[in-house]
């Protein structure tokens, strides 16, 4: 038996599972009216689905994440990552798989086993490229309603997630309240504004004005890596914060004791984001960051979150919102949480709302904290 | 006669005069240890020197600021730009040229008449390129100094700068504190935070990602536009704040009623920031960028800031101080500006400090703004 480091007990090895809505339509319609199929959704399960099939929940990821969001492959070499919220998900975590069936899809779009512009076209043979249809938060919904259908669920416990993966929690409350028992919307927004939106600008004109891009058709040639390294250096400062950059990293040198007074970086700041960058490209694909960030441009559901309604009224309660921001996050700062929580209550829903106070920017949400686990334990454990 | 559409009175005609150090020693020691030489600095002068030679004012511009300040050149065609801050510098203005005599030179590693990485290497007849010497913002400030010296003035009213043009100000305090009455630092601070650092490295990383740069050889060639415009977009958030970008263009569409699905933009931040981008490439040097940004990210006087003294201690009371920050700030936020004054108090200088509530973030004081007119009008006509 393997001993973890904090040795508490661990999901037993989890695989990575795929679901294709094959069948007929096996077209989709998007909410831009075009047509996509047929779709595969990469996911992975923890814990188990009761006989009444009412202790799942949806853990949606953010911008880049996958499906892999807890426990290691029986494949990994030992010492290899784990997944993305595994501090998060497991037993007697926050998430406790001795209570809750967790499921963890790759959002439409991506590249990390879902359909995406990296995937190939039936009609071609070749990948998309740019002939993938533009798709919204709306269709990635969507698409995971169809996952969660064909596991025989009728209403999920809970869907949480951070970021994008909020906004994914939003838009499952607004299109099928009546599915939803809960959502708990950590660091995220019911809308971008202009910064949001100026970032995501930056790292797509930075994709695009790499010659390897040639306007998305680069699979099997050069990949369009540098474009795409700058777009995750500037997507990771705005996951950070002044005080988590100051603290970490200030202005100490890397590996020398004076300046370079030259080109290659002299600051620790700077090596670590072309860490970051290049790290990128080896486990991302261009094409889905274009799509990814203009979906989460468009997402706004300002207006059907002030009017939700218990969609059949006679069934279920209402759901319950959790809704969590982060004193650094100036990504989504607090006051578009505030925002969310204003909506919701004008409308009658049953929401609770915490601040955390923490200086590790947007992306606090990523890393071990007591706080929000209780916080979460709490609310999907009063739920019962 | 001309009037004006604000019927105040403005400045006669103005021209960019060159001056270049090429008497022996034509070359100067930078502080890497490199030599450079001949050096030639672009400036522009506003009103008239005194008899005494004391009356006047270096305004120091800021990182793709240049030497045209205020007024208009001769030639200008009608309703063509005025000086980057004349609403500040003329006749009764808050920086009023009947009193004083305003001197404004592009600064050293520019491209804006002055001496940098596109001038030509006199060695090889070629433009510099990578071949310029790294220069600091001390380099920047001493060239300053020659040209002071060469105008016969010993000791200026006052040093006022924002932003880079902050730093210069801080540097000619430690390092000709004889030479200066006064100082006012708009906006800027003692040294670069992480945050900073990192998106000037994320500038660099876009120009140098472009293939046309070539390792910075591409005078006479295709120039590195795509990877500047995306370092401009880049900097360009930074220079304005999440309220500004609320208020200016929150989610507001370009020229369209709905979403386009495709990738050519749907929100005017998004044209706003492309503007931006390919109006910069037309009129500044990638090269210019590498090299003042990263002199910017060395500058550090953190130590020397709290060590100033009377040179002399006889001949002229001790350096005067204006701090001003502005609320919205996030590229050197008011803290810094805070640090600074307490840097300076404790070394038992004359501070004063401004905050100014406002929402435009860093480059606000590049916005007219009677507030900070009339601060610096009874600064520096308070010195008197």
Same mark, same amino acid.
């Given at each position: 038996m393997n001993i973890t480091a904090d040795r508490q007990p661990t999901l037993p090895p989890v695989v990575k599972q795929y679901y294709t809505f094959a069948e007929p339509p096996a077209e989709q319609v998007l909410e831009s009216g075009a047509?996509?199929?047929?779709?595969?959704?990469?996911?992975?399960?923890?814990?188990?689905?009761?006989?009444?099939?009412?202790?799942?929940?949806?853990?949606?990821?953010a911008f880049s994440g996958d499906s892999h969001a807890a426990g290691n492959y029986p494949t990994d070499a030992e010492g290899e990552k784990p997944g993305w919220w595994d501090f998060m998900i497991g037993p007697g975590r926050g998430i406790d798989t001795n209570k809750y069936f967790v499921v963890c899809p790759n959002i439409l779009g991506s590249c990390m086993g879902s359909t995406g512009p990296s995937s190939l076209n039936p009609a071609t043979g070749s990948p998309y490229g740019l002939d993938f249809p533009m798709m919204t938060i709306g269709d990635i919904v969507t698409t995971q309603k169809m996952l969660i259908d064909h596991l025989g669920i009728q209403r999920l416990h809970g869907v949480i997630g951070g970021s994008v993966g909020g906004m994914q929690v939003l838009q499952w409350c607004v299109g099928y309240p009546e599915m939803v028992r809960s959502g708990v919307a950590i660091a995220s927004t019911m809308?971008?504004?202009?910064?949001?939106?100026?970032?995501?600008?930056?790292?797509?004109?930075?994709?695009?004005? !790499?010659? &390897?891009w040639k306007k998305g058709k680069y699979y099997g040639g050069n990949k369009p890596d540098m474009g795409l390294a700058v777009a995750r250096m500037v997507g990771h400062v705005t996951y950070l914060s002044d005080e988590a950059m100051r603290r970490k990293f200030g202005r100490k040198l890397q590996n020398k004791e004076t300046f370079s007074f030259g080109f290659d970086g002299d600051f620790q700041i700077e090596s670590?984001?072309?860490?970051?960058?290049?790290?990128?490209?080896?486990?991302? !694909?261009? &094409?889905s960051v274009l799509y990814i960030t203009k979906a989460s441009d468009y997402f706004d559901v300002v207006e059907p979150m002030g009017k939700?309604?218990?969609?059949?009224?006679?069934n279920h309660e209402i759901t319950k919102y959790l809704v969590v921001s982060y004193t650094s996050d100036w990504l989504y700062p607090t006051y578009q949480a505030k925002e969310l929580v204003k909506t919701l209550k004008r409308s009658g829903q049953d929401v609770s709302f915490c601040e955390i106070e923490a200086d590790c920017g947007h992306d606090a949400f990523l890393i071990p904290d007591q706080r929000l686990t209780t916080l979460i334990r709490g609310f999907f454990d009063g739920l019962a």
């Open positions: 047509r996509l199929g047929p779709i595969t959704l990469a996911y992975e399960t923890y814990g188990a689905l009761n006989t009444a099939k009412d202790n799942a929940i949806l853990v949606a990821h809308r971008h504004s202009a910064l949001a939106i100026a970032f995501n600008e930056i790292a797509r004109q930075s994709i695009m004005a !790499d010659p &390897n670590y984001l072309r860490h970051q960058g290049s790290k990128f490209v080896n486990r991302f !694909d261009a &094409n939700i309604e218990d969609r059949d009224g006679k």
